[in-house]
């Protein structure tokens, strides 16, 4: 964790020095989407519950290093449904959990030329850390907790466009895709046979200066 941060603090000081930087403002609903695998035997009937739409914010940071590439991050805070269903004698019975998370990503962002005056594309791909601050079981079996992992990795892909507004001022809009890459289950007996796993897609738009 602490050798993360060091690169992560690296190249921010880095580009902060050497490149154009802009900061803004995000935010984007998104579908919160579970998906859950089983390995081998499956008694409980356990699959994934519903989706539910949920939303992050938080500001951001694109440190140009050439004209049409750039460096991103930021902080945001993201909010999750955790969903699963399993079957018991009176029939499906859905679980979910709301979890909030403080997410920092470390992403690459591809800008086009002008597509038409002051307005470009722009394509994102990376990673987000994803920290879990809390969580909340609205719904449950007997008996059950929740029981998140304290922290995830994610992929983070994404495309819009950029208007130029002015000089320093820039709006943007697009679609973002966040999906959990480790197993979310915080208890390490049953993350041996279930795998449960969080994703986003959602709309994103905001302001830069």
Do not use: C
């Not at 030329?113 to 987000?128: A, R």
């Amino acid at each position: 964790m602490k050798k993360f941060f060091s690169v992560l603090l690296f190249f921010l000081v880095l580009n902060t020095v050497s490149a154009q930087v802009k900061i803004g403002l995000r935010v984007a609903p998104h579908v919160s989407i579970t998906s859950v695998s089983v390995d081998g035997n499956n008694p409980s009937g356990v699959s994934a519950g519903d989706a539910g739409l949920r939303y992050s914010i938080g500001p951001i940071v694109d440190a140009f290093f050439s004209d049409n590439y750039a460096f991103s991050s930021g902080v945001w805070f993201t909010t999750r449904v955790m969903s699963t269903k399993s079957q018991t004698p009176t029939g499906k019975v859905e679980s979910k959990v709301n979890a909030q998370y403080v997410q920092i990503p470390v992403s690459i962002k591809l800008f086009t030329n002008e597509i038409s005056d002051d307005l470009k594309l722009y394509f994102q791909l990376g990673s987000t850390l994803d920290l879990l601050i809390d969580q909340k079981l609205v719904d449950a079996l007997p008996g059950q907790t929740a029981d998140l992992r304290s922290f995830n990795v994610g992929l983070l892909v994404g495309a819009g466009v950029e208007y130029q507004m002015g000089t320093n001022t820039s709006l943007f809009g697009g679609f973002t895709y966040n999906r959990g890459l480790i197993n979310t289950i915080g208890d390490s007996k049953i993350r041996e046979s279930i795998q449960v796993n969080s994703s986003q897609i959602g709309l994103e738009i905001g302001i830069k200066f």
